[in-house]
C-alpha cells in the first residue's frame, strides 16, 4: 500500500488534481489518497468547489507519493517559504514526486527540479520557465520523467502522466485497465504533445 498525497493549495486546478486521483482510484488496494493541506479544513478550487484537507503539512506523516497540481494558486503559495519547505523535505523521503501543469513551478521553487528534465502547461510555459534557473524544460513532452520526480503538461495530461506512474508501479496491463474503467483515450507517449504547437514552445 503506497500513500499519495494530494497537495491542496486556495485556487489550485480541479482538473489537474482530481484527473490523476480518478486512475490512482481504481486500485483501492494499492494506493492510499490523502488530501493534504498547510491548514486544516476546506480548499477552494479555482473553480469554485472546495475539497477537505484531511491532513496538514505540520502532521509529520511521510508519504510515498506526491501530487502537486497547478492552478491560479500556485502565483501565491511559491513565495511561501513554509509550503515549499514541506514538498523538499517530503520529495525526499518518498518514492515519487509529481506535478500536474504549472505545479512543476512549485517543485521547481523547492529546488526539487534542479538539474532535472522538466515540463509545463504550455500555455504558462514561458511564464514558468522566466522564475526558474537550472532546469531543463521540456517545450515538447507531454510529461516528463527525470528519476523518481514527474511533471507533466496542462490539465490532462495529469491523467497520461498517473497512468504512467501506475505502469511503473504495477505493470502495464493495471494502466490499461485504468483507462478503460475511466473510458480514457490514454496517450501513452510522453513526447507526444498535440498542445505544443499551440502554446507555441514548438
Keep these: 500500500m503506497r500513500t499519495l498525497a494530494a497537495v491542496l493549495f486556495p485556487d489550485f486546478e480541479m482538473l489537474d488534481l482530481y484527473g490523476p486521483l480518478e486512475m490512482f482510484s481504481f ?18 478550487a479555482s473553480g469554485g468547489p472546495s475539497t477537505i484537507a484531511q491532513d496538514t503539512m505540520e502532521d509529520g506523516r511521510q508519504y510515498d507519493i506526491l501530487l502537486v497540481p497547478g492552478g491560479r494558486g500556485t502565483r501565491n503559495v511559491g513565495g511561501d517559504t513554509t509550503f515549499l519547505s514541506w514538498l ?12 500536474v501543469c504549472t505545479g512543476s513551478l512549485l517543485l521547481a521553487k523547492a529546488g526539487i527540479l534542479n538539474r532535472r528534465r522538466a515540463t ?4 504558462a510555459f514561458d511564464w514558468v520557465a522566466d522564475q526558474t534557473s537550472g532546469v531543463d524544460w521540456q517545450r515538447s513532452a507531454r510529461w516528463v520523467r527525470d528519476g523518481s520526480v514527474y511533471t507533466s503538461s496542462g490539465v490532462s495530461a495529469g491523467m497520461d ?15 490499461a485497465d485504468a483507462a478503460t474503467y475511466a473510458e480514457y483515450i490514454r496517450n501513452p507517449d510522453p513526447d507526444n504533445d498535440p498542445f505544443a504547437s499551440v502554446g507555441g514552445t514548438t
Excluded at 523538499?88 to 506535478?99: L, V
Excluded at 509545463?120 to 500555455?123: H, M, R, V, W, Y
Design 161 to 175: 502522466m498517473a497512468l504512467a506512474v501506475i505502469e511503473d508501479c504495477m505493470g502495464a496491463k493495471a494502466a
Design 88 to 99: 523538499k523535505s517530503q520529495s525526499k523521503g518518498a518514492e515519487y514526486t509529481t506535478s
Design 120 to 123: 509545463t502547461n504550455k500555455l
Design 27 to 44: 486500485f483501492r488496494d494499492d494506493f492510499e489518497i490523502r488530501t493534504v493541506a498547510l491548514e486544516p479544513g476546506a480548499v477552494k
